[in-house]
């Protein structure tokens, strides 16, 4: 069983940035990739990006390629997801969840955290 708990959400202004962490528990958390996955009201939930398990690949939606950044630290089974250049259309619960490189199957996830991107 692996549990997920996201944390680092708030209110940031347009421009800002902000780093949301995904604290795993369960040792068979680190042999997971860990996905960042994003839902905003009305829309569907749509997939940010994915870090593998060591932490050496990492892939992005291409809206997020180069604002977002995904790192790992296994010493402290935490993921995080660094985002910059927030705008308010990044407004939406973020969701971390565990899952498998390259695919979208999804085994566990998180419960979310609000980020809202307002000035």
């Known amino acids: ?11 940031v202004q347009p421009g800002g940035s902000l780093r949301l962490s995904c604290a795993g528990s369960g040792s068979r958390f ?3 990739a860990t996905n960042w996955y994003r839902q905003s009201p ?3 939930r749509e997939f940010v990006g994915q870090i593998d398990w060591s932490g050496k690949n ?4 291409d809206s997020m390629e180069g604002r977002f950044t995904i790192t ?3 010493a402290k089974n935490t993921v995080y997801l660094q985002m910059n250049s927030l705008s308010p259309e990044d407004t939406a619960v973020y969701y971390c969840a565990a899952g498998y490189w390259g695919l979208t ?3 566990y996830w998180g419960q979310g955290t609000q980020v809202t991107v307002s000035s």
Not at 3 to 11: I, M, V
Not at 58 to 61: E, I, K, L, P, V
């Open 42 to 44: 009305g829309r569907e």
């Open 1 to 11: 069983q692996v549990q997920l708990a996201e944390s680092g959400g708030g209110l």
């Open 30 to 32: 680190i042999g997971y």
């Open 105 to 107: 199957e999804i085994d």
């Open 72 to 74: 790992r630290d296994n």
């Open 58 to 61: 990492t892939h992005y939606a």
